[in-house]
């Protein structure tokens, strides 16, 4: 289930479910998003982005939905692996003017994975 | 081959001190970032150059000041460290500032002021 603790979002999930991690972002004009896995001690890899003028994409085992109305934005893994266990973050991306952008993260979830 | 470097990765210092870190990267990217990660794991913008020109300062203390000597490097110095200080700096790059460009992340650099 998931669950806020003390720092972070934590979602818990057994080897093999299905793993979907939220974001509510803020610039209804961001244009672009991104999702990163931090593991201990790393830092944030790039996993899979999307553009503003798409509502789906996918990947290898994940996929990304963007819901502009509601300025949602969710990352789904498929058979989730305990290597999946890490931080994920949302990112949006806004471009106030040419040749200029800027990127907020948001705050982050853990995903645990048990064996 | 490591895309985007940082050191040191561990850095443990004394209030007052001054001290900096380093990152390269061998991208060939125009754009590079400093970011803040806090206890809390929250990430946010420090300073963003293109091209070894600053285009990005957020509200940072002037105790920070980054330097970047060509465009595969940008440094960061920072003077009287105090214990807030204390968190994790990542460097990241880009293709270039612009429109919808991912920005890859260097291991970070984990400083702790006592």
């Known amino acids: 289930g998931e669950s806020v603790g003390l720092h972070l979002p934590t979602l818990s999930v057994q080897e093999g479910d299905n793993s979907i991690i939220n974001c509510a972002y803020s610039?209804?004009?961001?244009?672009?998003f991104i999702w990163y896995k931090q593991e201990s001690g790393k830092g944030p890899q790039f996993i899979i982005d999307?553009?503003?003028?798409?509502d789906k994409r996918q990947g290898q085992r994940v996929t990304v939905l963007l819901n502009k109305t509601v300025k949602h934005l969710s990352l789904q893994i498929a058979a989730t692996q305990p290597g999946d266990s890490a931080v994920y973050f949302c990112?949006?991306?806004?471009?106030?003017?040419?040749?200029?952008?800027?990127?907020?993260f948001g705050k982050g979830t853990m995903l645990l994975v048990s064996p | 081959d490591t895309a985007v470097s940082q050191t040191p990765k561990y850095l443990v210092t004394q209030m007052g001190n001054d001290k900096s870190i380093k990152c390269e990267q061998n991208?060939?990217?125009?754009?590079m970032y400093w970011y803040k990660q806090d206890s809390k794991k929250f990430l946010k913008i420090m300073f963003s150059?293109?091209?070894?020109?600053?285009?990005i300062n957020e509200t940072v203390p002037n105790r920070f000041s980054p330097k970047s000597p060509d465009k595969a490097h940008l440094n960061l110095h920072i003077n009287s460290l105090e214990l807030g200080d204390s968190a994790v700096y990542f460097c990241?790059?880009?293709?270039?500032?612009?429109?919808?460009?991912?920005?890859?992340f260097g291991p970070g650099t984990r400083l702790l002021v006592l």
């Open positions: 990241a790059s880009s293709q270039n500032s612009g429109f919808q460009e991912t920005q890859y």
């Open positions: 610039n209804s004009a961001s244009d672009y």
């Open positions: 999307i553009r503003s003028n798409m």
């Open positions: 990112a949006e991306n806004y471009s106030p003017s040419a040749g200029y952008s800027t990127l907020t």
């Open positions: 991208l060939g990217h125009d754009t």
């Open positions: 150059y293109n091209n070894k020109e600053l285009i």
